[in-house]
């Protein structure tokens, strides 16, 4: 699907921007080199040195026997305007079923998200300008989609990761018999799994881009 995509000039671009209580640094991410930045760490963030700390976290919480989540934003260049529909397959809604398909993540958002309940309609609002280009908005808090259909600006969209439930730590559990047990975890088992759901978060979001853009070539009104 990204190989498809990418021959339309449709770009998919995945990356941590938090672990814990430690967030990337989005005003120093350089996003003409957010790959190259990104897949240098083992926690696949951009912004260098809040990657550090990420990591040093995680081998924390590792030797503790511990584990800790963290959210992962995508962003899509080049959706035409378009794609997807008013009312049953907004374009969000499927977005938001893939995300949440995915194992232990825990919400999504996309644009401004729970931030944006907290503004006033006339800063939220994102202006539609005439451009060289063609049209813009002066502003993105919709994140791309509006009325469940793209608008041809970037869509972005963010996703959280729950801790991993399998820890290294004596846990109060049932048995078969309804008997209180301890139990604890074995084997190998990552304290982190968002740096891992990069690739599967780039991966669904391409599915349902590229789902939508063979359905809004097959339709004729």
Not at 72 to 82: F, N
Not at 124 to 145: C, W, Y
Not at 148 to 170: H, L, Q
């Amino acid at each position: 699907a990204k190989q498809i995509l990418k021959q339309k000039n449709i770009e998919i671009l995945g990356f941590v921007i938090s672990v814990g209580n430690i967030f990337a640094n989005e005003k120093l991410i350089d996003f003409s080199k957010i790959t190259e930045i990104r897949d240098s760490n083992m926690v696949r963030c951009p912004d260098e040195k809040s990657a550090i700390k990420m990591i040093d976290l995680i081998k924390a919480l590792k030797a503790k026997g511990n584990s800790v989540g963290g959210q992962i934003k995508c962003i899509i260049k080049g959706v035409p305007a378009g794609l997807g529909e008013p009312v049953f397959d907004k374009l969000q809604a499927d977005l938001s079923k893939a995300m949440l398909s995915i194992n232990a993540v825990k919400g999504f958002e996309y644009g401004s998200g729970f931030d944006g309940s907290k503004m006033f309609g006339s800063d939220h609002n994102d202006e539609f300008i005439a451009t060289p280009g063609g049209v813009a908005t002066t502003s993105n808090f919709s994140g791309g989609i509006q009325g469940g259909i793209s608008n041809g600006e970037t869509i972005y969209f963010r996703v959280a990761f729950k801790p991993v439930a399998t820890i290294m730590r004596d846990q109060l559990s049932i048995d078969n018999k309804g008997e209180e047990v301890l139990i604890k975890g074995k084997g190998r088992h990552d304290p982190c799994v968002v740096p891992r759901a990069v690739a599967i978060v780039e991966a669904m979001t391409a599915m349902v881009i590229l789902d939508h853009y063979l359905r809004n070539k097959s339709t004729k009104v």
